[in-house]
C-alpha cells in the first residue's frame, strides 16, 4: 500500500495550512479530549462534544469548515503552525497537530495532518494508527483496516493489533479476523497488561 495515498503535494497544501492557522482565532470552545479504540473503544459511534456544536467559523476557500477548540488548543497549533515554517515536513510537528484535531473530533483535518506525518516517517506506527482511527471515525472502515493490515507488515504493535481487531469485530462482521488478531496481541510479551486484559475480555 502507498502510505502517501490522499496526501495533496506540498505546494498545495502548505498554502491550506496557513489559511488555517489565520482561522483558528475564530474557533474557540471547550471541547472533550478525542477517543482512541486502543485502550477503552468507544463502539456505538455516538458524537463527542465536540462534535455536537454548529457555531463554527466561515471556512477559507478550499478548506472545510473548523470544529471548535479550546483557547489553549488554538494557541498551541498556532505555534506549532509557526514551527512547520521553517520545518513544513516536520511529522513530529505535524503528528502533535493532528491529535489536537482528533481530541476535537475534527475528522478531516487530522487526515490532512497524518498522511503528512506518515509521508516524513513511513515506519513509524503510531500516525499510522491514529489515521485508522480517523478513517473509522468518520464510517471509512474499509480504508481503516487497509491502512492499520498494512502497518502490521512492517511492525507487530500492540495497540494496532487492538484497534484493528475492535473494527472487524464491531464495524466489519470479522469476528474471525478479530479473534486471530487479539490472540497475538495475548501473545506479545511486550503488550501491556491492561490492553492484554481487554484483549481477553472480547474474546468471550
Not at 502517501?4 to 483558528?24: D, K
Not at 474557540?28 to 482512541?36: L, M, R, S, Y
Request: hydrophobic content about 40%.
Amino acid at each position: 500500500m502507498n502510505s502517501g495515498r490522499g496526501v495533496a503535494p506540498y505546494f498545495i497544501l502548505f498554502p491550506l495550512l496557513l489559511a488555517l492557522a489565520a482561522m483558528l482565532v475564530f474557533s474557540i470552545k471547550d471541547t472533550t479530549d478525542g477517543e482512541k479504540l486502543a485502550p477503552g473503544a468507544r463502539r456505538d459511534g455516538a458524537n463527542t462534544q465536540g462534535e455536537a456544536s454548529e457555531n463554527r467559523a466561515a471556512p477559507a476557500p478550499g478548506m472545510p469548515a473548523l470544529r471548535e477548540l479550546t483557547e489553549a488548543q488554538a494557541a498551541e497549533i498556532g505555534d506549532l503552525m509557526r514551527s512547520l515554517r521553517e520545518n513544513p515536513n516536520d511529522p513530529d510537528t505535524l503528528g502533535k497537530i493532528a491529535e489536537i484535531f482528533i481530541s476535537g473530533a475534527d475528522w478531516v483535518r487530522a487526515e490532512i495532518f497524518l498522511n503528512r506525518s506518515i509521508l516524513g516517517r513511513p515506519s513509524d506506527p503510531r500516525p499510522r494508527r491514529l489515521l485508522g482511527l480517523v478513517l473509522h471515525r468518520q464510517g471509512r472502515n474499509a480504508e481503516a483496516t487497509e491502512i492499520l493490515e498494512d502497518t502490521l507488515k512492517n511492525q507487530t504493535d500492540p495497540d494496532t493489533l487492538y484497534n484493528l481487531a475492535i473494527i472487524y469485530k464491531y464495524s466489519m462482521d470479522n469476528r474471525n479476523r478479530a479473534i486471530e488478531l487479539l490472540n497475538i496481541l495475548i501473545g506479545l510479551p511486550q503488550a501491556d497488561p491492561d490492553l492484554k486484559e481487554k484483549a481477553q475480555a472480547e474474546l468471550k
